[in-house]
């Protein structure tokens, strides 16, 4: 093969340029410098992977409300009663075969237009309103879903002790049933301690809740309040045992205020009963909300 140097001059033609780098100068270390890579927009539409995972649950929650106020429906009566299956006033069944409007926010029996069960929106509002705090405010990780099952279940209980009184096993025992076992779920991928801690604080504070109601009888808590105190204690358990006495401190708190503004208006006396599952609820959603 013919070696071949640089092509020749050509007489009347100009030289091309010399396309090649010149060296740096001597004594002068250039380093090469990063180009800036451009920022990454996020595209139209973007929706952050907890709000992907979490609006399916939020959906979920809002479609069962006919069914939780089903629930506070059927269970609103005094004890030894036996469960309501319809009106008061006509008899009209109600039931998911004909729910509407007797289970929609109306609250009116198809047949005779009297109120049936809760007060009318106040399930739908109840719902939407932990529809709008798990979207945007609710505790992370796996004991997300223990938590909106027991929303599920501890809304229309809660309905049904305001009402009259009382917490009815068919609600709590499946809400703490369910919320042991998912916390237990989301063990599998956390500390194990968290669920061990779950179940400590559950069992704790209901047997607290139980032995008030047997050693000081109607001053004391009642065994309703002690078996919601078995998901209760689990739900803030799970994140630490100052989640657990900070929840407590609310609930106590907001209870105690309430007190005091009745008997302030003269709404209640000394010897008023007031249901505490109200105050079990919020105090529990405010201690989750505010320190996870």
Request: net charge positive.
């Amino acid at each position: 093969m013919a070696l071949t140097g640089p092509p020749a001059a050509i007489p009347g033609r100009e030289d091309p340029p010399d396309r090649r780098p010149a060296p740096p100068p001597s004594g002068d270390a250039t380093e090469p410098q990063a180009t800036p890579s451009p920022l990454r927009e996020r595209p139209a539409g973007h929706v952050p992977a907890v709000g992907r995972t979490r609006f399916p649950a939020v959906f979920a929650i809002l479609a069962i409300s006919p069914l939780m106020r089903l629930a506070a429906l059927r269970y609103a009566v005094p004890p030894g009663l036996p469960s309501r299956a319809g009106c008061d006033a006509c008899d009209a069944p109600v039931g998911l075969t004909r729910p509407w409007p007797a289970l929609g926010p109306a609250a009116r029996c198809g047949r005779c237009r009297a109120r049936v069960g809760p007060p009318p929106a106040t399930v739908e509002l109840a719902v939407l309103a932990a529809a709008v705090l798990l979207t945007f405010a609710g505790p992370p990780g796996g004991a997300l879903p223990a938590l909106i099952w027991w929303l599920g279940w501890t809304i229309p209980a809660i309905l049904v002790d305001l009402a009259v009184h009382r917490l009815p096993d068919r609600l709590t025992l499946p809400a703490a049933a369910g919320t042991w076992l998912l916390l237990g779920v989301a063990a599998l991928d956390a500390d194990p301690g968290h669920w061990l801690r779950a179940v400590l604080g559950g069992t704790g504070l209901a047997l607290f809740f139980a032995s008030t109601a047997v050693l000081l009888g109607r001053r004391g808590f009642g065994l309703g309040d002690a078996k919601l105190a078995l998901s209760v204690g689990a739900l803030l358990g799970w994140y630490g045992w100052p989640v657990l006495l900070f929840g407590l401190v609310l609930t106590f708190g907001l209870s105690a205020l309430v007190s005091l503004g009745l008997l302030a208006t003269r709404r209640a006396n000394w010897n008023t009963h007031l249901p505490f599952g109200p105050f079990l609820l919020l105090g529990t959603t405010a201690a989750l909300l505010l320190a996870t």
